[in-house]
């Protein structure tokens, strides 16, 4: 049996909680140069695509910015057209929402994209949940959890409609719209639609509608519950197991040995999780202003108020506090964690963490062992954070025979191996 071969996808870091922003070598997060330089390392590497995340607000607590968020971020749309012009092979996909955007002007846009770029563009859908971002828009509510997936369904049907040519229709709950499109027949068909979601709507609307999906998980075992559950959705649909790619996201601290690169790694998390970041984290729980407390020592003898929100936008992520601080208190006792230790632990995202040997040897053997088709890495500066990655890493990827050492296809699709 031939091994399969290893997808990777590389996110420009900014919209999240783990870009280290005080390290000297951090740069800008809006300037061309940056995008560049980091476009033009990922595609040195070999990379299947890059991949932007957006934020249509700025977070906000206790009534200020939230200081780990990203001000400035130009338009993806804006970005990925101009990273068009300076690569020739790497995949370009970024975040739209479809709970803001409507299917016409944003088909348009994506099916431009993937004119200019010769066949490279994705799009990853999300369901922008929150009457906090949906203020900046025409509406200041927005739809119910259910809601937002039947839409997103009948948005990415009615796109199709247009990538197809022609005169298209969609008269249904969420689009009444009807008429024909002046766009040219697309390089690869259709922009590769990718989606991210854990939730059993987010995994069926992978199943049915997308190419790929961004998962979350920390082990090899949840990474093969995932991959078996979502696989096993695909027939039900029509499609095969091949139609649709798994790619975890995570992240990666390398060292010439593995005792250098464990102390790289807690040195990278002490970055990023700051002594007045970790209040402020544990703050979206417990909806208090804990200023006063000691980051390096317990967690707050006070209950959560449940009463209101000091959080708005992704930092409000919080359902269930209560149960939250409960889960949160049990492992610090049972470990003896400060709150810095505690939210450096409850952050964490699937790590791989060694010499270049052996993350190599740790993707091979989730891609082999079905526990995810490749990874999307996000690392934690900007723009350089992929050149060590790719000096060392890759090559030993390549070495193994599974991962290409020359761009073969001229599409993304392609490159993913994924129907036209």
Known sequence: MSRKQVILGAQFPGVNNFTVWSDPQAGSQIAFSSFRRFAETVERGRFDFIFLAEGLRIREQKGRFHELDVAGRPNTLAILSALASVTRHVGLIGTLTTTFNEPYPLARQLA?????????????????????????????????????????????????????????????????????TDAAPLPQGAP????????????????????????????????????????GRLTRYGRSRDALKILPGAHFVLGDTPEEAKARYRAIRLQQVSPK???????????????????DGPLPEVEPDVSANLSQGHANRYDDRLETAKAWRALAESEGLSIRDLIIRVTERKQFIGTPQQIAEEIDRHVQEDAADGFVFAPHLTPGGFDEFVAKVVPELQDRGIFRREYEEASLRGHLGLAA
Request: aromatic share 12%; charged share 25%; glycine share 10%.
């Open 112 to 180: 431009t994209l993937d004119i200019l770029s010769e066949g490279r563009a994705g799009w990853n859908v999300v369901t922008s949940p929150g009457a906090f971002t949906g203020a900046n828009f025409r509406r200041g509510d927005h739809l119910p959890y259910a809601q937002r997936y039947e839409r997103a369904r009948d948005f990415i049907e009615a796109a199709r409609r247009l990538w197809a040519g022609g005169s298209f229709a969609a008269h249904g709950r969420h689009f009444d719209i009807a008429g024909a």
């Open 192 to 231: 590769v639609i990718a989606q991210a979601g854990d939730s059993d709507e987010g995994r069926e609307l992978a199943a049915s509608h997308a190419d790929l999906i961004y998962s979350r998980h920390g082990t090899l075992e949840e990474g093969q519950a995932f991959y078996a559950d979502v696989k």
């Open 277 to 295: 970041g970790a209040i402020a984290f544990l703050e979206q729980v417990w909806n208090r202003d804990l200023s006063a407390y000691d980051p």
